[in-house]
C-alpha cells in the first residue's frame, strides 16, 4: 500500500520556532496559537503525524521509521511512527520538544463549540432540557482542549457516529489518534538529563568541630592497632 505524506510549507512548527516556546495558554501568543489551531483543524491526523514526523527527521539525531495500521472503525490506513534518538544534545532535545508541542495546540472554545453543534444535528439524540444541554456542552468542550485541534475536529465531524457519542467512546478515539504525537514527546521528555541533587547545606562549627574528633579519635585507633601489630612480629 501506497502512502504519500503532504508536503507542509507552513505549520505550528515555525510559529514556535519564531517565538521559542511551546503552543497553548503559556506558549504562543493567542494570535499564533489561533494560526496554529487553524493549520492543524484543515488536515487530518495522519498528515499531522506525518508532518511531525518529517520535521523530527529533520533533525539529524532524530530517526523517525513510519509503521502503518488500519483503523478497522472507518477502514483508513493511518500513519504509526517510531523515534528513535541518536546522541541528542539537550539544547536539540528542547527544540525537537517544542515543535511536537506545536502540533499538539488545541482548538479555541469557540470552535469546539460549533463543531459540537454541527455534530448534534448530524447524529440522533434524545432531546434533554436547555441547563443538562449546556453542561454537556461545557463538560465535552473543556475535555477537547486536553486534545489537539485536528484530532478534536476528526472525531466529531469525521468520524461516522451513529448515535451522540459519550465521553468515553470520544475519549478513546481522540487517545488513538493522538498516540503518535504522545509518543514522540515521551521519548523526547525521557531523554532530559538528570537534575543534579541540591548542595548540602554547610556545616556548622559545632559539625565541623565533632568532625574533627572523630578523625583524631580515628588516627588514635589506627596508631594503637599499629603499635599492636608491632610488638606481636
Given at each position: 500500500?501506497?502512502?504519500?505524506?503532504?508536503?507542509?510549507?507552513?505549520?505550528?512548527?515555525?510559529?514556535?520556532?519564531?517565538?521559542?516556546?511551546?503552543?497553548?495558554?503559556?506558549?504562543?501568543?493567542?494570535?499564533?496559537?489561533?494560526?496554529?489551531?487553524?493549520?492543524?483543524?484543515?488536515?487530518?491526523?495522519r498528515e499531522v503525524d506525518a508532518a511531525a514526523a518529517s520535521r523530527l527527521s529533520s533533525l539529524i539525531s532524530v530517526e523517525v521509521r513510519p509503521?502503518?495500521?488500519?483503523?478497522?472503525?472507518?477502514?483508513?490506513?493511518?500513519?504509526?511512527?517510531?523515534?528513535?534518538?541518536?546522541?541528542?544534545?539537550?539544547?536539540?532535545?528542547?527544540?525537537?520538544?517544542?515543535?511536537?508541542?506545536?502540533?499538539?495546540?488545541?482548538?479555541?472554545?469557540?470552535?469546539?463549540?460549533?463543531?459540537?453543534a454541527e455534530l448534534s444535528v448530524i447524529v440522533a439524540r434524545r432531546p434533554e432540557e436547555d441547563v443538562t444541554e449546556a453542561l454537556r456542552l461545557r463538560a465535552y468542550v473543556t475535555r477537547?482542549?486536553?486534545?489537539?485541534?485536528?484530532?478534536?475536529?476528526?472525531?466529531?465531524?469525521?468520524?461516522?457516529?451513529?448515535?451522540?457519542?459519550?465521553?468515553?467512546?470520544?475519549?478513546?478515539?481522540?487517545?488513538?489518534?493522538?498516540a503518535t504525537r504522545l509518543m514522540f514527546a515521551r521519548v523526547l521528555g525521557e531523554l532530559a538529563p538528570p537534575s543534579l541533587p541540591p548542595a548540602p547545606p554547610p556545616l556548622t562549627n559545632e559539625e565541623r568541630a565533632e568532625q574533627a574528633r572523630l578523625r583524631a579519635e580515628n588516627r588514635e585507633i589506627i596508631k594503637t592497632l599499629i603499635r599492636q601489630w608491632e610488638r606481636a612480629e
Open positions: 500500500m501506497k502512502h504519500d505524506h503532504t508536503s507542509i510549507t507552513i505549520s505550528p512548527m515555525a510559529l514556535a520556532e519564531q517565538t521559542g516556546m511551546p503552543p497553548g495558554a503559556h506558549g504562543f501568543a493567542r494570535a499564533d496559537s489561533l494560526r496554529a489551531a487553524r493549520w492543524l483543524a484543515e488536515r487530518q491526523p509503521l502503518y495500521h488500519e483503523i478497522s472503525s472507518d477502514g483508513q490506513a493511518y500513519g504509526s511512527f517510531r523515534a528513535a534518538i541518536r546522541d541528542v544534545c539537550d539544547d536539540e532535545r528542547k527544540r525537537a520538544l517544542r515543535q511536537v508541542q506545536a502540533f499538539m495546540t488545541s482548538a479555541p472554545e469557540e470552535a469546539l463549540e460549533d463543531w459540537l477537547l482542549q486536553s486534545y489537539p485541534a485536528d484530532v478534536a475536529k476528526y472525531v466529531l465531524l469525521d468520524k461516522v457516529w451513529r448515535f451522540w457519542p459519550t465521553w468515553a467512546e470520544l475519549k478513546d478515539a481522540c487517545d488513538e489518534l493522538v
